[in-house]
């Protein structure tokens, strides 16, 4: 176990900035996961921790021990790869005692010791004389992760470990990940693309775009009060709705209108003076009028159905008001058609405001300004 | 109407057409086929018995039985003329060879892969490049290195020219690239040096490609005729390819025993034909791999 901390990392490869001064800290036992569209530097991050590539410029420290230029079988770490990286020629469990020498001088019998122990945590015992070439893909990973937990490592990383899986396998690993965690206690940096992932095992989940962190809380609080634009579109899906809108302020409360919608915002927030901000409101934050009668929401706004879908526990709609589509998140088993008029209300609680420039959230009408929330951003 | 026909003529004869079509074709490409194996196979049969025949049935052209001493060719090329020697060093060269190719290769295509150094891709190049410039064009200066280092008419001088081999080193670097580079880092992150990557790792999961290469050595190598022919001056150290031509030379009074030089040719090809046939697998893939 250990603690993680990196101050304004930055890695280039030639022209190209991948990461561009990341500073973070992972705790003691910590399972952080790092989520952000491809190419947004997360595979980086980790590769950079892990000593395969080396930092361009600042620090990175395990323990307060700064470890920027220590080789990386002496950080401590264990990898596991989305590919798994399994040596096809080699059983099960050759695989995972291949390299172990170099950890430390074991015994045969203490790590026949370690190895069956490990094997049974995984539940892989019956498969440790087989080749790779003979395991499913979950089989795989597994030994991928028996071979890393081996190591007894100081720090676990997992570079998008799940995405070879079905969708069913991927669900019973990310169960058997937490409770792995839970049991270990190692602290762990989880890399994938799958918000459902991200939010699922992370303690916390830092969101990337761009080589840089854009906020990182737990998974909560990065769904409700999202630091900017971009986390708010990234994280939920559906896709939060966004749309301009203008923003004015009379006697210290925020009235936000745009076209035919138009709310008044509860609270009465001292940090923002009107003008034009982007307006975000969740799928599922906007309701049917009928659906939402008796409560205090919006004035209902007409929108022309272009398309509806099942989801099974829900309706998604797609419905436009002829300039923007809005996706609205409705009960179950209802039918619409196209060009069905719908009137829709949203929630005044639920709504945030963006800067229409830089995309900084500067508002959630149900916790306040971000600011009282101690949101990090770097 | 003239052609009235009960339903059953018309049966058979859309059946004929329907049949007799594909199976001309089939005719006429087994034709093809036969006769590409004729062409191919003919001088090998025609050694094989010229082989077994004897030096006065050999020269009745027309003879193309089996001859009387089916044993005593062999016999007589393997050990009077000294055949047996001459394929031992053939033999020896290649292994020697062999092995050098396979270990210099497979090191210089680890370092190509596995190492950044500056300039990697140049000095691939100029690997490759060599491929065009075969022994024929550097057989002079080559003559006159191995005169400088002392080593002609040594065995030295006879193999090193060929440990090098740009074929393999790129055959094994595009195998190797092949290889997940997630596979190396985890290597990498365990702390496995480069020389234990490549005995533990590298080698094991490149048998076949190894496999494949050594038999396109083997082939070569061994069919090398013309820098022995240079290089080696005593008779008792010579390779069988050469060794073929003083069989054809020994010949009294302008007759050459012809029957005699079709055993040593047979004999010479049985080695090549034995890797070939183990090897064949893992060569089509080799092949089929790059």
């Not at chain 1, 921790?49 to 620090?59: F, N």
């Not at chain 1, 950890?103 to 080749?131: K, N, Y």
């Not at chain 1, 749309?243 to 209108?257: K, P």
């Amino acid at each position: 176990m250990s603690r993680v901390e990196l101050n304004t990392l930055r890695k280039e490869f030639g022209e190209t900035t991948a990461l561009d001064g990341i500073t973070l800290s992972v705790a003691d036992g910590e399972f952080l996961v790092l989520v952000g569209p491809s190419g947004c530097g997360k595979s980086t991050l980790l590769r950079t921790i892990s000593g395969l590539e080396t930092q361009t410029a600042g620090d990175i420290s395990v323990d307060g021990e700064i470890v920027n230029t220590t080789p990386p079988k002496e950080r401590g770490v264990a990898m596991v790869f989305q590919n798994y990286a399994l040596y096809p020629h080699m059983s099960a469990r050759r695989n995972m005692t291949f390299g172990l020498g170099s950890h430390g001088s074991f015994t045969d019998d203490e790590i026949a010791q370690m190895v069956s122990e490990v094997a049974a945590t995984l539940g892989i015992g019956e498969l440790l004389d087989r080749r790779p070439g003979e395991l499913s893909g979950g089989e795989k990973q597994r030994v991928a992760m028996g071979r890393a937990l081996l190591r007894e490592p100081e720090l676990f990383l997992l570079d998008e470990p799940l995405s070879n899986l079905d969708a069913k396998l991927r669900d019973e690993m990310r169960t058997e990940l937490t409770h792995l965690h839970d049991e270990i206690d190692a602290t762990t940096i989880y890399v994938t693309h799958d918000q459902t992932e991200a939010l699922t095992l992370g303690d916390r989940v830092a969101v990337m775009n761009n080589g840089q962190i854009e906020q990182v809380d737990p998974p909560q609080q990065l769904y409700d009060v999202p630091a900017s634009q971009f986390v708010a579109e990234f994280i939920g899906s559906p896709q939060m709705n966004l749309f301009e809108g203008n923003v004015t302020a009379t006697n210290g409360r925020l009235h936000v209108e745009r076209g035919r919608f138009s709310t008044t915002v509860p609270g009465s927030p001292q940090t923002v003076d009107g003008g034009r901000f982007t307006v975000g409101v969740r799928p599922e934050d906007l309701y049917l009028a009928d659906e939402a009668a008796g409560q205090q929401y919006s004035d209902p706004c007409e929108l022309r159905v272009e398309l509806s879908e099942t989801l099974g526990d829900s309706v998604v709609l797609y419905a436009t008001d002829g300039e923007t589509t809005f996706r609205v998140r409705t009960g179950a088993r209802q039918q619409f058609g196209t060009g069905d008029v719908v009137s829709v209300v949203a929630d005044p609680e639920r709504l945030h405001l963006f800067d229409t420039d830089t995309g900084v959230a500067v508002y959630h009408s149900g916790t306040g300004p971000p600011a009282a929330r101690a949101v990090t951003r770097q | 109407m003239a052609t009235t026909t009960d339903p059953l003529t018309q049966r058979l004869r859309a059946r004929l057409t329907k049949l007799s079509a594909p199976g001309r074709y089939r005719l006429l490409v087994h034709g093809v086929l036969w006769a590409a194996l004729l062409v191919v196979l003919a001088p090998l049969v025609l050694a094989a018995i010229y082989s077994t025949q004897s030096a006065s049935e050999i020269y009745q052209i027309t003879n193309l039985l089996p001859g009387t001493q089916p044993l005593d060719n062999y016999t007589t090329v393997l050990f009077e003329y000294n055949f047996a020697q001459y394929m031992l060093n053939s033999l020896v060269m290649t292994t020697v060879v062999i092995v050098g190719k396979l270990t210099v290769s497979l090191l210089a295509a680890t370092a190509l892969v596995y190492y950044r150094f500056p300039y990697r891709n140049l000095v691939f190049y100029l690997i490759l490049f060599t491929l065009l410039m075969p022994l024929p064009v550097r057989i002079v200066p080559l003559y006159q290195l191995m005169a400088d280092l002392g080593w002609i008419n040594t065995f030295a001088g006879l193999t090193s020219p060929f440990i090098a081999s740009a074929t393999a080193v790129f055959l094994f670097r595009q195998r190797f690239r092949s290889i997940p580079p997630a596979v190396i880092e985890t290597a990498r992150l365990d702390g496995i040096g480069p020389l234990r990557f490549l005995v533990y790792v590298l080698i094991p999961m490149s048998r076949g490609v190894i496999a494949g290469v050594s038999a396109v050595l083997f082939i070569g190598t061994w069919n090398a005729y013309l820098w022995p022919l240079v290089v080696i001056f005593e008779r008792e150290n010579q390779v069988a390819q050469v060794g073929l031509r003083f069989i054809q030379g020994v010949g009294s009074e302008g007759l050459i025993e012809w029957n005699l030089v079709m055993t040593a040719g047979v004999l010479v090809m049985i080695p090549p034909l034995v890797v070939l046939l183990v090897a064949r697998k893992h060569l089509l893939s080799t092949l089929a791999s790059t």
